[in-house]
C-alpha cells in the first residue's frame, strides 16, 4: 500500500499543509490481533521516551532528540522479520502512520506521560497522552500506562485510582492495556526504580489487582537485579507479561541472556525494547533487533 509520505521530507510537508491526512492513514491502516496464534511471543519496538523528555540513551544526554533519525530507526526495526509492533506516543505514532510502517503491526499508545523525567513532579505521572477513545477511534490496538508508586509519597493513590479507571475504560472498548508498575523511591532527589525482587513482586501483585476487571490487563515488567530470583516475582500474578528492556547498557550480551531465560516463565509473552534495540552500542540496529527476535525461541508462525 502507497503510503501517504513516502520520504520524510514529504512528512514534513504533509504536517503541514494537509493534517488530515493522519485520519485517513489510520482508517486505511490494515491491522493485525494482538496474538494471531496460540503460543506466539510478542515483539514490540519501545519509543515513547521523548514524550517524557526522557531523551538520554547511555551517556548521550540527546541522543533520541533527533526525530528524523529516531524515525529511520524505527522504520529499520520494524522491517525486520519477526517484529510484530510499536509502542510509542501520538506523535511518533502518526509519523509512523504517514511513512506507512504501521501496516499489519500491532499499535500501543502510550497513555501518561506526564510525569516528566527528572521533575519534581516526575511521580505525578498524569495521563497526558492516549486517552482509549482516541486509540478507538485511529484504530490502534492496545495501550501503555506506566505505574509507578512510592510509598513515601501520598500522590501515588492518586496515580493508583488514575491508572485503576483508565484499565476500565479500556477494558469496556475490549483493548488491552499493558502496566508498567515499579516501587520507586527518592535517593539524593532523583527518583530510583526498585528492581529487587521483593519490590518487583509486590508491584506486580498491586498492579494486577487494580480496577473492576483484568481481563484485558497485561504486565509490563523489568527482570530482577537478581535473574535467579525472576521465577518467583512473576508467580505473584497469572496475568500475561511482556519484559522491558530498562537501560542501555555495554555488557549487551548480558542482558540477552537475562531476557532469554525469563522468556521461558510461563506468563512472560514477549518482549518491549527500546533504547537497547533502536540505539544498541554499536549502531547496529539490524543485528540488535534480530538477535532480541531470536531469544523468543518457539511460537513465532506469525511473525
Not at 504501521?102 to 501518561?112: A, F, I, R, T, Y
Not at 499493558?178 to 516501587?183: A, G, S, T, Y
Request: net charge neutral; aromatic share 4%.
Amino acid at each position: 500500500m502507497t503510503p501517504f509520505a513516502p520520504s520524510l521530507s514529504a512528512l514534513v510537508r504533509l504536517r503541514a499543509e494537509r493534517p488530515e491526512a493522519v485520519a485517513e492513514a489510520a482508517a486505511r491502516r490494515r491491522r493485525r490481533r494482538l496474538i494471531r496464534h496460540p503460543g506466539d511471543r510478542l515483539m514490540i519496538i519501545a519509543a515513547d521516551h521523548p514524550a517524557r523528555g526522557a531523551l538520554a540513551v547511555g551517556d548521550r544526554s540527546l541522543a533520541m532528540a533527533n526525530r528524523f533519525e529516531l524515525l529511520e530507526r524505527l522504520c529499520l526495526a520494524l522491517s525486520r522479520p519477526g517484529v510484530d509492533g510499536v509502542l510509542a506516543s501520538a506523535d511518533v505514532l502518526e509519523d509512523l502512520l504517514l511513512l506507512g510502517a504501521l501496516e499489519d503491526k500491532v499499535v500501543m499508545g502510550s497513555m501518561n506521560r506526564g510525569g516528566l523525567a527528572g521533575a519534581a513532579f516526575e511521580l505525578d505521572d498524569r495521563f497526558t497522552g492516549h486517552r482509549p477513545d482516541d486509540l478507538v477511534r485511529h484504530g490502534f490496538d492496545a495501550g501503555k500506562l506506566l505505574l509507578r508508586i512510592d510509598y513515601d509519597d501520598p500522590g501515588s493513590l492518586d496515580t493508583l485510582h488514575a491508572a485503576a479507571r483508565t484499565i476500565d475504560a479500556m477494558a469496556a472498548h475490549r483493548l488491552p492495556v499493558f502496566v508498567e508498575p515499579f516501587l520507586c523511591r527518592r535517593v539524593d532527589g532523583r527518583l530510583r526504580n526498585d528492581l529487587g525482587a521483593a519490590a518487583v513482586t509486590t508491584s506486580i501483585a498491586i498492579a494486577s489487582g487494580l480496577a473492576g476487571t483484568s481481563a484485558y490487563t497485561w504486565l509490563k515488567v523489568p527482570v530482577t537485579d537478581d535473574p535467579d530470583a525472576m521465577a518467583r516475582a512473576m508467580e505473584a500474578s497469572t496475568l500475561p507479561a511482556v519484559l522491558l528492556g530498562g537501560e542501555v547498557g555495554h555488557d549487551q550480551d548480558a542482558a540477552y541472556g537475562k531476557w532469554r531465560d525469563a522468556l521461558r516463565l510461563p506468563t512472560v509473552r514477549g518482549l518491549v525494547v527500546g533504547r537497547s534495540l533502536l540505539y544498541p552500542v554499536d549502531g547496529d540496529v539490524k543485528s540488535a533487533v534480530d538477535t532480541a527476535v531470536s531469544l523468543l525461541g518457539t511460537g513465532r508462525q506469525g511473525a
